[in-house]
């Protein structure tokens, strides 16, 4: 019984991934908004998390970097896709307390099926998407290495090799600050909540201490080191614009407002990634309908079944889950945008909670668990009435209803993700300036996004930072209706004002410059004056200065040495728990033979 329901889980998965990807099946790259995918990611200064900008992609790059020297990137892409929706899916149907498959199964729909799924995806942020499908194994996870060790292991090998799963859901998570806050945050929730007297009690001397707890927890934050320790010898402040909180807050979708936005998993700050579907006057009425359904099964969630030792692991979730709430609305109400602004403007790293939105994963696991657990309340009301044959509709019912509340997810998004090849230019351009990789390269036109005509068009982050094999300096700024949010990189605000000046970008050190044409903007002639044309294309232009200024970050051993230190700390800490787990195993398979 347990192998079918996994293959069923599984099967779920699979069918949803291809619903989801079906035009991105055929080989190439899917460049969308912040999803930008290379051949090979270069090991620069900027991808390692040392250059002159916040650590917004760290570690992720370094990762991508690491992944693209033996796989081409156009795979990493594909399976890291397909991983989003597959792991959320098998996810929470494994964590909702509930031995019926058909409640499991729904539980994996709701998760992998939603608002916040597809607009995260159409604005290209995978990395967050995959610590939003590890969110509900890191879950289940915290909860065993809670209750899983044996009394009189409560040493460093024994927590390590029990907490080996959870630590590698959290490092997953990792691969983005959001993502690793939401992991630390949530497991940090589940191993240290205080559990009733009762559970206390039945647990008996065999539960764990809260030393082993609090080490697990400190393990699970230490795994977000290295952009904690890029963003702490930054070159730039680790403080933001207090524009971009209004410029982020949470917006409405349809007449139910940012709340309705926000309790439908919905409200991303930009528009252009909104399904169709969320617009629609119907669609508050399948928020309020999941909604209902997910509060009758609240209190069986926060109960928990019989054969958990303690609920809190659920209960923990809640609160998490409704301070992700509270987040995600603090840019809309009066008051809370000015308790932003004040953080953003002055704390470093709360720029993280400008776009709060990106905090409702917790809450959107609650509601798919305690929606499936409510279709299990009323469908076993319905067995208990002899109405079996509406039991099972319910059941098909709520299964289907998050692809019928949200069809625009499938194909793609309703065709806004395909995949599409690099020019050859971009190939030549890049061995180029491989053979000669010194300085910096700057991109024009100097604008934030591009709309390739190879790429359908389509609004994409340019793709040189992660191309080519050199500092890349492109505008960091973004805007926002009409609202400039300044960026923090003083190369960018270099180049920016030589090109406002109507100055060459020698005058700022620049030695590489690339022109992308056919894409909007313009290229002012001053700003290319000093430059001789190294190689032309259909699509790109090649210009080199004179002689390769000194980088900024040529000579910073400090802060090239604590980088590596910020990287060593969760490479260590995921050796230690996979030892530890082979040795845990191995003591466990002498301990049964004996």
């Given at each position: 019984?347990?192998?079918?329901?996994?293959?069923?889980?599984?099967?779920?998965?699979?069918?949803?991934?291809?619903?989801?990807?079906?035009?991105?099946?055929?080989?190439?790259?899917?460049?969308?908004?912040?999803?930008?995918?290379?051949?090979?990611?270069?090991?620069?200064?900027?991808?390692?998390?040392?250059?002159?900008?916040?650590?917004?992609?760290?570690?992720?790059?370094?990762?991508?970097?690491?992944?693209?020297?033996?796989?081409?990137?156009?795979?990493?892409?594909?399976?890291?896709?397909?991983?989003?929706?597959?792991?959320?899916?098998?996810?929470?149907?494994?964590?909702?307390?509930?031995?019926?498959?058909?409640?499991?199964?729904?539980?994996?729909?709701?998760?992998?099926?939603?608002?916040?799924?597809?607009?995260?995806?159409?604005?290209?942020?995978?990395?967050?998407?995959?610590?939003?499908?590890?969110?509900?194994?890191?879950?289940?996870?915290?909860?065993?290495?809670?209750?899983?060790?044996?009394?009189?292991?409560?040493?460093?090998?024994?927590?390590?090799?029990?907490?080996?799963?959870?630590?590698?859901?959290?490092?997953?998570?990792?691969?983005?600050?959001?993502?690793?806050?939401i992991a630390a945050v949530t497991a940090s929730a589940v191993l240290l909540w205080p559990a009733p007297r009762s559970a206390d009690a039945r647990?008996?001397?065999?539960?764990?201490?809260?030393?082993?707890?609090?080490?697990?927890?400190?393990?699970?934050?230490?795994?977000?080191?290295?952009?904690?320790?890029?963003?702490?010898?930054?070159?730039?402040?680790?403080?933001?614009?207090?524009?971009?909180?209004?410029?982020?807050?949470?917006?409405?979708?349809?007449?139910?407002?940012?709340?309705?936005?926000?309790?439908?998993?919905?409200?991303?700050?930009?528009?252009?990634?909104?399904?169709?579907?969320?617009?629609?006057?119907?669609?508050?009425?399948?928020?309020?309908?999941?909604?209902?359904?997910?509060?009758?099964?609240?209190?069986?969630?926060?109960?928990?079944?019989?054969?958990?030792?303690?609920?809190?692991?659920?209960?923990?979730?809640?609160?998490?889950?409704?301070?992700?709430?509270?987040?995600?609305?603090?840019?809309?109400?009066?008051?809370?945008?000015?308790?932003?602004?004040?953080?953003?403007?002055?704390?470093?790293?709360?720029?993280?909670?400008?776009?709060?939105?990106?905090?409702?994963?917790?809450?959107?696991?609650?509601?798919?668990?305690?929606?499936?657990?409510?279709?299990?309340?009323?469908?076993?009301?319905?067995?208990?009435?002899?109405?079996?044959?509406?039991?099972?509709?319910?059941?098909?019912?709520?299964?289907?209803?998050?692809?019928?509340?949200?069809?625009?997810?499938?194909?793609?998004?309703?065709?806004?993700?395909?995949?599409?090849?690099?020019?050859?230019?971009?190939?030549?351009?890049?061995?180029?300036?491989?053979?000669?990789?010194?300085?910096?390269?700057?991109?024009?036109?100097?604008?934030?996004?591009?709309?390739?005509?190879?790429?359908?068009?389509?609004?994409?982050?340019?793709?040189?930072?992660?191309?080519?094999?050199?500092?890349?300096?492109?505008?960091?700024?973004?805007?926002?209706?009409?609202?400039?949010?300044?960026?923090?990189?003083?190369?960018?605000?270099?180049?920016?004002?030589?090109?406002?000046?109507?100055?060459?970008?020698?005058?700022?050190?620049?030695?590489?410059?690339?022109?992308?044409?056919?894409?909007?903007?313009?290229?002012?002639?001053?700003?290319?004056?000093?430059?001789?044309?190294?190689?032309?294309?259909?699509?790109?232009?090649?210009?080199?200065?004179?002689?390769?200024?000194?980088?900024?970050?040529?000579?910073?051993?400090?802060?090239?040495?604590?980088?590596?230190?910020?990287?060593?700390?969760?490479?260590?800490?995921?050796?230690?728990?996979?030892?530890?787990?082979?040795?845990?195993?191995?003591?466990?398979?002498?301990?049964?033979?004996?």
């Amino acid at each position: 019984m347990r192998r079918r329901g996994a293959a069923a889980e599984h099967g779920l998965a699979a069918v949803l991934a291809l619903l989801v990807f079906a035009p991105v099946l055929w080989p190439g790259y899917v460049l969308s908004y912040d999803m930008v995918a290379t051949p090979r990611v270069p090991f620069t200064a900027s991808t390692l998390g040392w250059g002159d900008g916040l650590p917004r992609a760290v570690p992720q790059d370094a990762v991508l970097a690491v992944l693209t020297t033996v796989v081409p990137g156009w795979i990493v892409q594909l399976v890291a896709l397909f991983a989003v929706v597959w792991l959320a899916v098998v996810g929470a149907a494994r964590a909702v307390p509930s031995d019926r498959l058909v409640v499991r199964l729904v539980a994996g729909a709701a998760y992998g099926w939603n608002a916040f799924v597809a607009e995260r995806l159409l604005i290209g942020h995978w990395g967050l998407l995959l610590a939003y499908a590890a969110l509900p194994w890191i879950v289940v996870a915290a909860h065993r290495a809670r209750f899983g060790v044996p009394a009189g292991r409560s040493g460093i090998v024994a927590t390590l090799g029990r907490g080996a799963p959870l630590l590698a859901w959290c490092a997953l998570a990792a691969l983005t600050p959001t993502g690793g806050v939401i992991a630390a945050v949530t497991a940090s929730a589940v191993l240290l909540w205080p559990a009733p007297r009762s559970a206390d009690a039945r647990r008996g001397p065999s539960g764990p201490d809260r030393r082993r707890r609090v080490v697990l927890a400190v393990l699970v934050t230490a795994l977000n080191a290295p952009w904690v320790a890029a963003g702490a010898v930054a070159r730039v402040s680790a403080v933001s614009d207090p524009d971009g909180v209004a410029a982020f807050a949470a917006r409405a979708e349809n007449w139910s407002g940012p709340l309705g936005a926000v309790l439908g998993l919905g409200g991303i700050w930009n528009a252009e990634v909104v399904p169709t579907s969320r617009t629609l006057a119907a669609a508050p009425f399948f928020t309020v309908l999941v909604l209902l359904v997910a509060a009758f099964g609240l209190r069986p969630l926060l109960r928990g079944p019989a054969a958990m030792r303690t609920p809190s692991g659920f209960v923990a979730l809640a609160v998490v889950a409704l301070g992700g709430v509270v987040v995600a609305l603090l840019g809309t109400v009066p008051g809370g945008d000015r308790l932003l602004e004040a953080l953003v403007a002055h704390v470093p790293g709360a720029g993280l909670l400008r776009d709060g939105q990106k905090f409702l994963a917790p809450f959107a696991l609650l509601t798919a668990l305690a929606f499936a657990l409510g279709v299990e309340r009323i469908t076993s009301a319905l067995r208990t009435r002899k109405a079996g044959v509406a039991a099972g509709a319910v059941g098909v019912a709520a299964l289907l209803f998050p692809i019928a509340a949200l069809p625009d997810l499938a194909w793609g998004g309703a065709g806004r993700l395909a995949t599409t090849w690099y020019p050859d230019d971009w190939a030549w351009v890049n061995d180029k300036i491989a053979a000669d990789p010194r300085g910096e390269l700057a991109v024009l036109p100097f604008s934030t996004f591009r709309a390739f005509t190879w790429n359908g068009g389509r609004t994409t982050l340019d793709p040189a930072p992660r191309y080519f094999p050199v500092d890349v300096i492109t505008e960091d700024s973004l805007i926002v209706d009409g609202v400039t949010i300044s960026g923090e990189s003083p190369r960018a605000a270099a180049v920016r004002e030589a090109l406002a000046d109507g100055r060459s970008l020698t005058t700022v050190g620049i030695r590489w410059v690339v022109v992308e044409r056919r894409t909007p903007g313009a290229v002012p002639d001053s700003a290319l004056a000093g430059y001789q044309t190294f190689w032309e294309g259909r699509h790109l232009r090649l210009y080199r200065g004179g002689p390769a200024a000194e980088s900024p970050g040529d000579s910073e051993t400090v802060r090239v040495v604590t980088v590596v230190v910020g990287y060593a700390v969760p490479v260590g800490i995921l050796l230690g728990a996979l030892a530890s787990w082979a040795l845990t195993r191995s003591r466990r398979h002498v301990e049964r033979s004996e």
